[in-house]
C-alpha cells in the first residue's frame, strides 16, 4: 500500500485595521456558536490561526524575501499621519538598501570563494 502524501496547511493572520485583533487565536472565535446548530457545528473543523498583526510601532515581519519584507512594512505604515508615512517610507528604503548592498558582497565572496575552489 503507498502511503499518503499529506501536505500541511498553517493559517495565518495578517491583521492591520484600526482597531486591535479581536477574534480570537482558532477559527471558531471567529463565529457566534450559538448560531450554528449542534449538530453542524461538529463538522465544522476548529484550528488555531498564526496571527500576525501589523502595528506601525510593532516589529517588523521577519524575512529574507526582501520585497515582501517591504511590503509588509508598507502595510504596517500605511495608516500613519502623511508626514509619519514619508518619514517611515525613507526609513525603510534606507534600510533595503543596506541589505541589499549586504547581499551584494555576499554574492561578490561567494562568486571568489568558488573561483578559488575550481582553481586549487
Do not use: C
Request: neutral net charge; aromatic residues 10%.
Amino acid at each position: 500500500m503507498t502511503p499518503l502524501k499529506v501536505s500541511i496547511v498553517i493559517p495565518f493572520v495578517f491583521y492591520h485595521g484600526k482597531k486591535g485583533w479581536d477574534l480570537g487565536l482558532e477559527f471558531l472565535d471567529g463565529f457566534q456558536k450559538t448560531h450554528i446548530p449542534d449538530v453542524l457545528l461538529k463538522y465544522i473543523p476548529n484550528f488555531s490561526i498564526q496571527l500576525l498583526e501589523l502595528k506601525s510601532e510593532g516589529n517588523e515581519f521577519e524575512t529574507e524575501n526582501i520585497a515582501l519584507k517591504l511590503y509588509m512594512r508598507i502595510i504596517q505604515i500605511i495608516r500613519d499621519k502623511p508626514e509619519v508615512f514619508k518619514k517611515n517610507l525613507k526609513k525603510i528604503y534606507s534600510s533595503l538598501q543596506e541589505e541589499k548592498e549586504i547581499a551584494n558582497q555576499t554574492e561578490i565572496f561567494e562568486t571568489i570563494d568558488g573561483i578559488r575552489h575550481a582553481l586549487s
